[in-house]
């Protein structure tokens, strides 16, 4: 089955850490672009980093850069999201995904950024 788990989600203070991991089965990121999403209640989902693990390229949208980092273990078939300074507004459900989406979306890790 293919498919991708999020998680690492949790409460965390403003100005925190938290690294969120997104684990595939059934794929390999070969031919695949990984792009980690969010949705904050009454919300739209929007896309807030992206990976290309063939060649490392990389996208942040303009809300996180400076403080997410994407990163990706080929051989755990692991991408990760490590976000540092985090603020109140990035509290949301995290999900990842190819980009495009290709994939259902999974049940995503919960990040809430209390003051």
């Known amino acids: 089955e293919v498919q991708l788990v999020e998680s690492g989600g949790g409460l965390v203070q403003a100005g925190g850490s938290l690294r969120l991991s997104c684990a595939a089965s059934?794929?390999?990121?070969?031919?695949?672009?990984i792009g980690w999403f969010r949705q904050a209640p009454g919300k739209e989902r929007e896309g807030v980093s992206c990976i290309t693990p063939s060649d490392g390229s990389t996208y942040y949208a303009d809300s996180v850069k400076g403080r997410f980092t994407i990163s990706v273990d080929n051989a755990k078939n692991t991408v990760y999201l490590q976000m540092y300074n985090l603020k109140l507004e990035d509290t949301a459900v995290y999900y990842c995904?190819?980009?495009?989406?290709?994939?259902?979306w999974g049940q995503g890790t919960q990040v809430t950024v209390s003051s």
């Open positions: 059934g794929f390999t990121f070969d031919d695949y672009s």
């Open positions: 995904n190819t980009a495009p989406v290709t994939l259902p």
